[in-house]
């Protein structure tokens, strides 16, 4: 296993962050130019600082990379989602979740999902989901 270093560990948190940050100016340019804020989504987004064809493309419906990868995942956002209340429970009560212990509940979410008793998650999935998570990092 390749250990990361905090620094690129911080660096993979930031650029999370940035590509939440950009994901939401482009549906903020979008709103704006359907509202007749801007006269062409090239106004648009010079103003917001994205680029014209990245927001072209969401306009003709294009997903961002998150959402056009979420059929791919094997436990559904909004199932991860509880998984991250959990955790965050847990720690406030001071039990943090260890990754063994999160993909054991990660595993079972997905057997009841699946009604498959063999059912088990990729080697990286905890990774992936942190990655997905950076509200988890401590």
Not at 4 to 11: D, T, Y
Not at 65 to 78: D, V, Y
């Amino acid at each position: 296993m390749v250990n990361i270093s905090p620094r690129k560990r911080v660096a993979k948190a930031q650029l999370q962050t940035d590509r939440d940050q950009k994901e939401h100016e482009i549906q903020e340019a979008l709103c704006a130019v359907q509202k007749g804020q801007f006269k062409d989504l090239k106004a648009a987004a010079e103003h917001h600082d994205v680029p014209y064809n990245t927001l072209w493309d969401h306009s003709k419906g294009r997903k961002s990379r998150t959402a056009a990868s979420q059929h791919l995942q094997a436990i559904p956002p909004e199932a991860e989602e509880l998984l991250v209340q959990h955790i965050q429970k847990q720690a406030h009560y001071g039990f943090p979740v260890t990754p063994q212990n999160l993909r054991q509940l990660a595993e079972q979410l997905l057997r009841q999902r699946t009604d498959n008793n063999d059912a088990t998650l990729g080697p990286n999935w905890v990774s992936a989901f942190k990655q997905r998570h950076p509200e988890l990092r401590s």
